[in-house]
């Protein structure tokens, strides 16, 4: 008699992945019934290790589309299931419990899932649709920032018994995302290309505007983000996630103009919507700092504090937190926030130059120092030397002496 079909089908997409692809496979080993693993041109030997580590690898030549890539490596599914990740995103184990209860059910096409984006500046989390019921009529679209969202929305209009849900629980960490990584690869002008393919056919899209206007905004091109982004609120888009981006995105651009009122009107509008309260972080982080740059310090450290209500978690809230303390006079408390978003993030360089200046305030100069110093280090480290120079000079200048090592 022959084997039942496997219940859950895991499919990756890959080109030279073999620094990340071994973490990635072994957060699924044991949870998936089978591996599937799709390569589109590697040379360091990524296909190799994938076969190592148990799974079925297929070859596919890029064609400058992840959709199409992806809908590849969902032909060769035999599960009732399929899970979707990149070789830069692993499964958390905590997860895994709530994965298998979510698998028994019935009367669900698809599940969205949030994924921590670690190392990220502002907003630490994101809404990804990668559980999702193995039927010919499930595939992915769009050629960057590929999703299921359209097919989902017509077999639902089809077969309305059906549902989709959004597990609140954190199910992915993605470390693809930071600064470094974008710049190593050259994303930022790769993302542009295909998604401006996307846009010509489809130049009303929402999404395609939110992506687009945003990776603009991102790339310091504010004139054709805004009209992007503009464009697509005008549209009045009804998905609230989309919504939420248009407005998150838009509130930065405006920032980065100085129209700090034009600002806050988006974040508050992006606040209001009807989203998971963890995708809200970062317009909680950001407009806590327009705020305090207004010198409205009470309502930066309530925003902060309705932050880290979210997430206790989330260091730049300690961080912008002991900044609005810093601002009342209250640098006992101040001090201990920046202590505990260092606690979290070991390496955030501005805690420990803000934690200085608190300490030196308080008289408390040794302490101050040594914090001082391993500002400057780690200001270096990532890259900042010329505000590692210019904390050393500013120091200098208060005769302050730093301890050597």
């Keep these: 008699m022959a084997d039942p079909s496997p219940l859950l089908s895991f499919c990756a997409i890959v080109k030279n992945e073999v620094q990340q692809l071994a973490g990635c496979l072994e957060s699924v080993r044991g949870v998936a019934d089978e591996l599937i693993v799709l390569d589109t041109g590697s040379t360091d030997g990524t296909p190799e290790l994938a076969a190592q580590l148990g799974a079925q690898v297929f070859h596919f030549p890029w064609c400058d589309d992840f959709a199409i890539a992806r809908n590849q490596s969902l032909s060769y599914a035999k599960g009732q299931w399929v899970l979707v990740l990149d070789a830069d995103e692993t499964l958390l184990p905590e997860f895994v419990p709530t994965l298998r209860t979510l698998l028994a059910q019935t009367d669900y096409l698809a599940f969205n899932l ?14 990804v ?31 309305p018994q059906l549902k989709v849900a959004t597990v609140p629980q954190v199910a992915i960490a993605h470390t693809g995302y930071s600064r470094a990584n974008l710049q190593a690869r050259d994303k930022l002008n790769f993302a542009a290309r295909l998604m401006e393919s996307y846009r010509a056919k489809h130049p009303q899209d929402p999404y395609v505007c939110s992506k687009l206007g945003a990776l ?15 464009r697509a609120l005008a549209g009045q888009p009804d998905n609230p996630q989309i919504q939420f981006e248009l407005h998150y995105h838009r509130a930065i651009a405006a920032s980065q103009q100085g129209d700090w009122a034009g600002a806050a009107h988006h974040y508050q509008q992006a606040l209001a919507l009807p989203v998971l309260e963890p995708l809200k972080l970062g317009a909680y982080l950001n407009l806590s700092s327009l705020l305090h740059k207004q010198g409205n310090f009470q309502g930066a450290i309530g925003l902060c504090e309705k932050a880290l209500a979210v997430d206790p978690q989330f260091a730049n809230a300690y961080y912008n937190l002991g900044l609005a303390l810093k601002a009342t ?39 101050a120092a040594q914090v001082f110093s391993r500002a400057i280090e780690l200001h270096q480290a990532q890259n900042r030397p010329q505000a590692a120079e210019q904390l050393r000079q500013g120091l200098q200048g208060l005769g302050m002496q730093l301890p050597t090592h």
């Design 129 to 159: 649709s990668r559980l999702f019921r193995n039927r010919p009529d499930v595939c992915f679209s769009r050629p960057y920032h590929a999703m299921i969202d359209d097919s989902v929305a017509e077999v639902l209009a089809r077969q």
């Design 329 to 367: 006079g209250k640098l006992v408390e101040a001090s201990r926030a920046y202590q505990r978003a260092i606690e979290l993030e070991p390496e955030h360089a501005n805690a420990y130059q803000n934690l200085g200046v608190v300490l030196m305030h308080r008289g408390q100069l040794a302490q």
């Design 114 to 127: 949030v994924r921590q984006e670690v190392g990220a500046s502002q907003s630490p989390y994101s809404l």
């Design 216 to 230: 603009y905004v991102e790339a310091g091109d504010l004139e054709r983000g805004i009209d992007l982004l503009d």
